[in-house]
């Protein structure tokens, strides 16, 4: 049961992020939506068909199986493959079978990790600074992530999302260069670590360990539980691991 209540907490705090992401998204994204199926949001971007964090349904559980059709229609009718992402504890055989027979296939698997924020003295050569609104910022991030200066849309959307009402951004320096940046997002008593990036040239210097030190740390002030999203295996989820995290749970997009 305790178990439980942390995946509800870590779920409710994303769910709560993406909605406040895509109210404002549908000023300059007409093709933006929310829908809700139960538990479940559906979050649809036409402008940005092959972006599937801003094309899913999530959570799909036992609870949703009713609802598969009408989820589907949701991406369907608007001409986007739709993307389901199921908790790895709350399915079976029969749940992928329906999956499946809609022509869906799974993909490789996500985690959610859960840890308790305390205060700790920074240490290392790497510096973080919580900043207001630096332009340096999106620009790391941009830059991190790859993503090319015609890419407007996709732009536009990460902005969004690290704008969002009460969202906290740090910058993490290498001998005083701007080299990471990341971000808090809290909501009712749970701290979500939104999307991090490092530039090319600072990566294996510690920058995403210091960023996820810092953010822990200030997570304290406003709550007693930390989440974040990671690709299940990937050095991400072993830096999160050496630093304390656990395992909430696991999940897979079917698209």
Request: aromatic share 8%; net charge negative; proline share 5%.
């Amino acid at each position: 049961m305790r178990l439980a209540r942390v995946i509800e907490r870590a779920e409710d705090t994303v769910l709560r992020k993406a909605e406040l992401d895509f109210a404002v998204a549908a000023e300059p994204f007409p093709g933006a939506a929310v829908g809700h199926f139960g538990s479940a949001l559906a979050t649809r971007l036409a402008e940005l068909p092959q972006h599937v964090p801003y094309n899913k349904a999530r959570p799909f559980r036992q609870e949703q199986r009713g609802a598969l059709h009408e989820m589907l229609a949701f991406y369907n009718d608007h001409g986007l493959h739709p993307a389901l992402e199921v908790w790895a504890g709350d399915s079976d055989a029969g749940l992928h079978r329906d999956l499946l027979d809609a022509g869906l296939v799974p993909g490789r698997p996500t985690a959610i990790l859960h840890a308790r924020p305390s205060p700790v003295q920074a240490s290392g050569s790497v510096t973080v600074h919580e900043i207001d609104d630096d332009e340096r910022y999106m620009e790391i991030l941009y830059q991190g992530y790859g993503v090319d200066s015609e890419a407007i849309e996709f732009r536009t959307m990460l902005s969004i999302e690290h704008h969002t009402r009460g969202i906290r951004r740090y910058i993490a320096f290498v001998e005083g260069h701007p080299a990471a940046a990341g971000a808090l997002f809290t909501h009712e008593g749970t701290s979500y670590l939104a999307g991090a990036a490092t530039l090319p040239a600072y990566r294996r210097h510690g920058c995403q360990g210091a960023l996820i030190t810092r953010r822990l740390s200030d997570a304290a002030e406003d709550s007693d539980l930390a989440v974040v999203t990671v690709a299940f295996a990937s050095p991400s989820h072993d830096n999160l691991a050496r630093l304390g995290f656990q395992t909430t749970h696991t999940r897979t997009v079917w698209q």
